[in-house]
């Protein structure tokens, strides 16, 4: 055992096991630094500055403090969750005795069903870049794919051209954990694509052509790999002159999967192509589906 450790050493020692034998995202490996570097400096300043002195009391008023502060009960229940993990592997690395984050009670999280786009709001979202540029080319393959495959914003940021199969309609997506699945392109998607490669990326590419991001299927306007802010931005900006509400790439994530279940499709194939580990996770969805029915009822039966 080795309780007499500085909590910033051990911090800094599990980040660095995280980056090499979890394979975690940067994105995700940055999350977990901020939140246990917040949690060492607030026990810093109560004096606890070595493992062997952190006990369940100062976790359960460290989730209070983070709730006297407003936190949001997802952000209290992530930043716990970093500190479980923490200590999960100081327990199995032999630093402390027990853990003491077993049975820490946190906020529980209320499950909001997510926003759906219509069907008709989706498709004409998709189709609103105008096709007469190279950004407007971009844009629509772009949307095309979050819409018809279901990406995450990093996924269809992070796509490659070599991780695309035009000629059978599907593409590759490296997802969370680095995990890779297989999925079908639309036939809209697929035109779009084509459309894009031949008369809008060579464009692109020329501003940067010995760029670090040759190999990358979306690209801004200085030939860079587009990036999930500028992403989110664009969808913004086409949601607002279509007369739609702000609208999110996970919004059309949500909308691709609630239109497959009211089209007909199993709950275990949405988990799939969503590339879901648990199927709970997928079953939200099912909700999203009952709640559609309900509206549609109420609007339509003369007695609802």
């Known amino acids: 055992m080795r309780p007499n450790d ?19 995202s940067p994105l995700t490996a940055a999350a977990y630094r901020r939140d246990l570097e917040q949690f060492a400096a607030w026990l810093a300043r109560a004096g606890i500055t070595r493992l062997g002195q952190l006990d369940r009391r100062w976790l359960r008023r460290y989730v209070s403090f983070l709730g006297e502060k407003s936190y949001a009960r997802r952000s209290i229940a992530r930043k716990a969750s970093a500190i479980r993990s923490l200590l999960r592997w100081a327990l199995i690395h ?12 946190v906020p529980k999280l209320d499950r909001p069903l997510p926003k759906v786009l219509k069907a008709s709001h989706a498709a004409a979202l998709c189709e609103s870049p105008s096709l007469d540029h190279p950004e407007g080319l971009r844009d629509r393959a772009l949307l095309e794919l979050l819409y018809g495959s279901g990406l995450r914003v990093a996924e269809v940021c992070s796509l490659d051209v070599g991780h695309l199969e035009l000629s059978h309609g599907r593409l590759r997506a490296v997802g969370k954990g680095r995990k890779e699945r297989q999925l079908p392109m639309s036939d809209a998607a697929r035109r779009a694509v084509v459309s894009y490669l031949s008369q809008g990326r060579p464009t692109l590419l020329s501003k940067r052509p010995e760029g670090p991001d040759r190999s990358a299927l979306f690209l801004n306007t200085r030939g860079n790999r587009l990036g999930p802010r500028s992403v989110r931005r664009l969808l913004t900006r086409y949601s607002l002159a279509e007369g739609l509400p702000p609208s999110s790439p996970h919004a059309l994530r949500h909308s691709f999967a609630t239109h497959l279940l009211d089209g007909g499709a199993d709950l275990r194939t949405v988990q799939e192509l969503l590339g879901h580990e648990n199927l709970a996770t997928t079953q939200i969805y099912t909700h999203v589906s009952t709640e559609r029915l309900r509206a549609v009822y109420e609007q339509s039966h003369p007695r609802a």
């Open 94 to 105: 032999d630093l402390i005795p027990t853990d003491p984050s077993v049975d820490l009670a």
């Open 6 to 24: 500085s909590l910033d050493d051990v911090v800094r020692d599990y980040l660095r096991s995280l980056t090499v034998e979890r394979d975690l």
